[in-house]
C-alpha cells in the first residue's frame, strides 16, 4: 500500500464543495507536519494548508476561510474541506507529511501522495 493515498478530487462549479481525505495508514514515517499542496497547470507547486502534531494550523491567504484542514488521528486520515470553490482552486491536490518542524507550512517535505484532481467550472 502506498503510504499516503489521497481520494476525494472531482470536477465540480464554481461556488460548490469538496472533501479530500488522505489515507495514512500505511504511512510509517513522522507526522510532525502534514498538510495540503497544490500544483495548477504551468505553475509551481504551493501550500494550501498544513497541520502540526500540536494541531497548529497554517492556511495559504488564498483558502483562508474557504478551506478547513483536520485529522482522524484514529482513522489515520488527513482532511480538506473545501468550500466556495473557485476556478483558480482548479490543480492536483497532494498530500504530505514530515517529521516535526516550526513551521510546517514552509517546511520541505519528503514523502508525497500521488494527488488528486480537482477541477472547479465556471
Known amino acids: 500500500q502506498a503510504p499516503l493515498v489521497e481520494s476525494g478530487g472531482g470536477s465540480v462549479q464554481v461556488g460548490g464543495s469538496l472533501r479530500l481525505s488522505c489515507d495514512a495508514s500505511?504511512?510509517?514515517?513522522?507526522?510532525?507536519?502534514m498538510g495540503w499542496f497544490r500544483r495548477a497547470p504551468g505553475k509551481e507547486r504551493e501550500g494550501v494548508a498544513t497541520?502540526?502534531?500540536?494541531?497548529?494550523?497554517a492556511y495559504a491567504d488564498s483558502v483562508k476561510g474557504r478551506f478547513t484542514i483536520s485529522q482522524d488521528t484514529a482513522k489515520n486520515t488527513l482532511y480538506l474541506q473545501m468550500n466556495s470553490l473557485k476556478p483558480e482552486d482548479t490543480a492536483m491536490y497532494y498530500c504530505?507529511?514530515?517529521?516535526?518542524?516550526?513551521?510546517?507550512?514552509?517546511?520541505?517535505?519528503?514523502?508525497w501522495g500521488q494527488g488528486t484532481q480537482v477541477t472547479v467550472s465556471s
Open positions: 500505511g504511512y510509517s514515517g513522522s507526522r510532525g507536519c
Open positions: 504530505a507529511a514530515r517529521g516535526w518542524s516550526p513551521y510546517c507550512f514552509s517546511a520541505s517535505y519528503g514523502d
Open positions: 497541520i502540526r502534531r500540536d494541531a497548529t494550523i
